[in-house]
């Protein structure tokens, strides 16, 4: 099959998400394990969701509304953007899928910043794209070298404000600056996975930015949403971009239990800002355990917290495993003594800082 394969394809590393709970269960013999690992909400799914799946259940023997019409609806006017630059994707994911099968031509060049998710290489190389890695500034993207990097040969620079693995942001002062000077001919995708849980005054809300012309605006009910599992996130950006990913797509890319579960989380406020209370109050938690046990870590605008336990990082790894925890090694974003940990609820928190106090 290797002599029929596309040639590039061979050389991509796939993508090694975090250890599925009940393989580690297995595996260790444990009764509990607790995930810190894929920045998912701690608080599990909403009640109010679980009551609409099960009010819903017979219907899932249809195909789903192919257009997301109720949920771009609801979402629309949550929003106040218009219904027709809105679309849905199987996890925010797709939508990357999307601007790059869009986009991306062999030997275009996709920029973005060290430490960046690692989806963005991953799509770029799948479509034989050369993609560019600019030195992050203290851990955080620097967008005036990313815009000196930008030539007649860009077509799109992948953003993620706040930023996976490392939590920091850019502010709209340096992005007003950045957008400055990108050609209207290259795409900027600024992915707000983590948009809920800012803080920070001075963020750049993507919804000032999507009608652009050329920024897509990313956004996933995976994280404070709590939907992970369900698959579904979305892009906003102007018609014309919207009418082209929606040639991309699969007709029924976002399937029929993920649009209930969306369309009931839109309507469960106090289930974010719970999660949010959570994650805020964990946060404070963890910055304060690892000051007294001296380790340094990255102040986060996300839900989860890149920290420096100064040891191998697999090993850490794996010792938290074999007591019931699960973290993130940072190996593959090349941070050899950095784990990143998800905020969980506050006994789990807990059980990790006195894993962490035990091995260090
Ligand atoms: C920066 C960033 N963007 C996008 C995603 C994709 O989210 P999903 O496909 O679950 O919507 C993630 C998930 O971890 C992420 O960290």
């Known amino acids: 099959m290797k002599k029929i394969l596309k040639s590039y394809i061979e050389s991509i590393q796939p993508y090694e998400p975090g250890k599925p709970i009940d393989e580690a269960k297995r595996e260790l013999g444990l009764q509990e394990i607790i995930k810190l690992a894929s920045n998912e909400n701690p608080l599990g799914v909403s009640p109010l969701v679980k009551e609409r799946i099960i009010e819903n259940i017979d ?77 992050a500034k203290e851990y955080a993207y620097d967008l005036s070298a990313i815009a000196e990097r930008i030539t007649k040969k860009t077509k799109v620079v992948f953003l993620a404000n706040p930023n ?14 950045f957008l400055a000077k990108v050609p209207d001919n290259v795409i900027v995708c600024l992915d707000e996975a983590y948009v809920d849980f800012v803080d920070a ?51 029924f890319n976002v399937n029929a239990v993920a649009q209930c579960a969306a369309e009931a989380v839109l309507d469960d406020s106090p289930f974010i800002n719970k999660t949010k209370y959570i994650v805020r109050g964990g946060k404070r938690f963890l910055y304060k355990a690892f000051d ?69």
């Open 201 to 251: 005054t001075d963020y750049p809300d993507g919804l000032d930015y999507y009608q652009r012309g050329n920024v897509v605006v990313l956004r996933t009910f995976s994280k404070a949403s709590g939907l992970a599992g369900f698959r579904i996130g979305y892009g906003l950006a102007t018609k014309e971009l919207i009418c082209y990913f929606n040639k991309i797509r699969q007709p």
């Open 164 to 177: 996976n693995p490392t939590g920091t942001y850019f502010n709209n002062k340096d992005f007003d600056a």
């Open 59 to 135: 219907t899932f023997n249809r195909y789903p509304d192919g257009g997301c019409w109720r949920l771009k609806k609801k979402l629309s006017q949550q929003l106040g953007v218009d219904s027709d630059e809105i679309i849905f994707g199987n996890g925010s994911n797709e939508i990357i899928e999307f601007i790059a099968k869009g986009f991306i031509e062999p030997g275009d060049e996709v920029i973005s910043s060290q430490y960046a998710f690692l989806v963005y290489p991953l799509l770029t190389k799948v479509c034989d794209g050369r993609y560019i890695e600019v030195a």
């Open 292 to 360: 007294v046990y001296g380790l340094e870590y990255i102040k986060s605008q996300t839900n989860f917290i890149l920290v420096n336990i100064k040891k191998d990082s697999r090993d850490i790894f794996n010792k938290c495993l074999q007591r019931g925890v699960v973290v993130r090694d940072m190996k593959a974003y090349g941070f050899d003594t950095y784990i990143r940990i998800t905020v969980g609820l506050p006994q789990e928190n807990e059980k990790l800082v006195s894993i962490l106090e035990e091995l260090l």
